[in-house]
């Protein structure tokens, strides 16, 4: 509408369209819905690092079928034998990734093996599966594009997800319109996007997010921020009396530790 130039968009899981973009050479603008296929599309120089923007987060849920006819009503419900839970192909889709990572993170994903049924390349093929009652339920995210009238979100305990989803977003290094890609960037990180986000059940950077009480916090920083970061951390100490342990390096250096740790 503000510029007249027509958008083509295209859906699939992250990993399949990081594939598509390299394999084509094209496309302009990516779209990831986690820091690792980001990363891993930059490691690839698939992308402009310097265009790398941040937009939006989910909130973690287990969905099934209205009526919840297998009544899961925690996590580990999903470890009872007999539970079919659909999955995307990790290898393809960022939730499903995400996916084995919660259950390992909760000590649940050996008991859950036999469970997990990996229908198709992308989260919304889990999601159909679903509709049809093919599976008992999927791990997913507690968005507002879904039908209501088929499905039902349980909450996840928020002490129990390592992290929430984070989608972040890119021009793409294959780009022939790089102008034209960063205007569109652009309005993906406006504030009139941002309220189109939260109205559809996405978290954004100036939402409210719901805190575990703690006595002290860790972040991994990437060094180029140290100074900002520190006082940032010392006012929230001040402000919260919870300790903020701080750790700088590359935020390569800082992932590995994160996942070590």
């Not at 192909?89 to 049924?117: D, I, Q, W």
Request: aromatic share 10%; with cysteine.
């Amino acid at each position: 509408k503000n510029t007249g130039t027509k958008v083509n968009v295209y859906f699939q899981g992250s990993g399949t369209l990081l594939d598509a973009m390299e394999y084509y050479k094209g496309g302009d603008i990516y779209v990831a819905t986690s820091p690792e296929y980001m990363a891993m599309a930059e490691s690839k120089k698939a992308i402009y690092s310097d265009t790398i923007r941040p937009l939006f987060f989910m909130n973690p849920a287990i969905i099934v079928p209205l009526g919840n006819p297998k009544k899961i009503t925690k996590l580990e419900d999903l470890a009872k034998p007999g539970i079919k839970i659909g999955i995307c192909e990790p290898e393809n889709c960022a939730t499903g990734t995400y996916v084995r990572r919660l259950l390992s993170a909760n000590n649940l994903l050996s008991n859950s093996e036999n469970n997990l049924f990996y229908v198709g390349t992308s989260y919304k093929d889990a999601i159909e599966s679903l509709y049809k009652e093919e599976i008992d339920a999927v791990i997913g995210w507690e968005v507002f594009d879904l039908d209501p009238k088929k499905i039902e979100f349980i909450a996840l305990n928020v002490e129990k997800t390592p992290q929430m989803g984070f989608v972040m977003a890119g021009v793409s290094s294959y780009t022939k319109n790089r102008r034209e890609a960063e205007e569109f960037l652009n309005i993906l990180i406006s504030p009139e996007l941002r309220t189109t986000y939260s109205r559809w059940g996405f978290v954004t950077m100036d939402s409210p997010i719901e805190t575990v009480k703690t006595k002290e916090i860790t972040a991994f920083i990437g060094s180029v921020s140290m100074p900002a970061m520190e006082e940032a951390g010392e006012a929230f100490e001040r402000k919260t009396g919870i300790k903020v342990n701080l750790h700088f390096g590359g935020s390569g250096t800082m992932l590995s530790k994160m996942k070590m740790s």
